[in-house]
């Protein structure tokens, strides 16, 4: 059990990731993407929008990868949670803490994450804003950052590389200026 509960190295992650693009192809001739499923299941829960009028049933096997993604999620982020603090390079955790947030509190830390901070009026626009743009996004560039970055680059398609390049640019933007200046109005 202990590989399970500690972090796997970049070479052993990256190619198990990968090969879930052709084994997805090989098996049943699906496309891997997460963005899709939120319209599944307004499909399944019986919407009456025309963009929701589709055979839903056959990408069904969708909601169920989205339902193992949270269920994973939670067994390892609970019950085998990794009691260690989480390794940050020092001169990040010091920007970090220039900037007040601890480095202390896991991979959310909780100047950001807490109640307090989440119902606050600056943290909840910030939630609602954020997840508009990830909506929008995924919607006007026709798919999420793991139907691009991994489906679309494996199929070399140039949109999913314009994409890609897109989300690691808006990234960057994000924790080098949005994020500080945010952090400004807490």
């Known amino acids: 059990m202990e590989w399970l509960t500690q972090p796997w190295p970049w070479y052993i992650a990256g190619p198990l990731i990968g090969l879930t693009v052709p084994l997805l192809l090989l098996i049943g001739n699906r496309r891997f993407g997460i963005s899709s499923s939120l319209r599944h299941l307004c499909a399944a829960l019986g919407s009456q929008r025309p963009f929701f009028q589709y055979n839903w049933r056959a990408e069904s096997w969708n909601l169920a990868f989205v339902l193992g993604i949270a ?5 390892a982020g609970v019950l085998w949670a990794n009691p260690h603090p989480v390794a940050l390079n020092p001169q990040t955790a010091l920007a970090l803490a220039q900037m007040g947030v601890s480095a202390d509190s896991g ?8 109640w307090q901070a989440v119902l606050s009026l600056p943290g909840a626009l910030f939630l609602l804003l954020g997840g508009f743009l990830i909506g929008f996004g995924a919607r006007w560039a026709a798919g999420c950052t793991s139907g691009h970055s991994i489906t679309g680059l494996a199929a070399l398609q140039l949109p999913s590389l314009l994409a890609t390049l897109g989300f690691f640019v808006g990234g960057l933007i994000s924790a080098h200026l949005l994020l500080p200046w945010l952090l400004l109005w807490r």
């Open 71 to 75: 269920l994973g999620g939670f067994v």
């Open 107 to 114: 991979f959310l830390p909780k100047e950001l994450f807490s």
